[in-house]
């Protein structure tokens, strides 16, 4: 079975740090993208930032110049550093993984999110 599980989230002040990571896991191999979505309460699911295997990135505008994505391939893990945080950035943040999938071909392999607070 293909795991995905974020980690790193918690209670930050504005303008604080905070780095998210992405580790994928089990039957999934050949992972292409890696990428990094957020959902506000309320509100509906944003991309915020996705890496491939071959380092190709992109960033959702509002956290261009704020946020930096990498991934470490050999660990199947992906990284969101995340400065300058303000209010608006508060949401649960996904993780998901693009790859083969043993027995199931490609798949999207979500994560269980992990949830970033950022107080004003």
């Known amino acids: 079975q293909a795991h995905v599980v974020e980690s790193g989230g918690g209670l930050v002040q504005t303008g604080g740090s905070l780095r998210l990571s992405c580790e994928a896991s089990?039957?999934?191999?050949?992972?292409?993208?890696m990428v990094w979505y957020r959902q506000a309460p309320g509100k509906q699911r944003e991309l915020v930032a996705s890496?491939?295997?071959?380092?190709?990135?992109i960033y959702a505008d509002s956290v261009k110049g704020r946020f930096t994505v990498s991934r470490d391939n050999a660990k199947n893990t992906a990284y969101l550093q995340m400065n300058n945080l303000n209010p608006e950035d508060t949401a649960r943040y996904y993780c998901?993984?693009?790859?083969?999938?043993?027995?199931?071909?490609?798949?999207?392999?979500w994560g269980p999110g992990t949830l970033v607070t950022v107080s004003s």
């Open positions: 998901r993984a693009d790859g083969e999938v043993v027995g199931q071909g490609y798949r999207e392999v």
């Open positions: 089990g039957s999934i191999y050949s992972i292409n993208a």
């Open positions: 890496i491939t295997s071959g380092g190709n990135i």
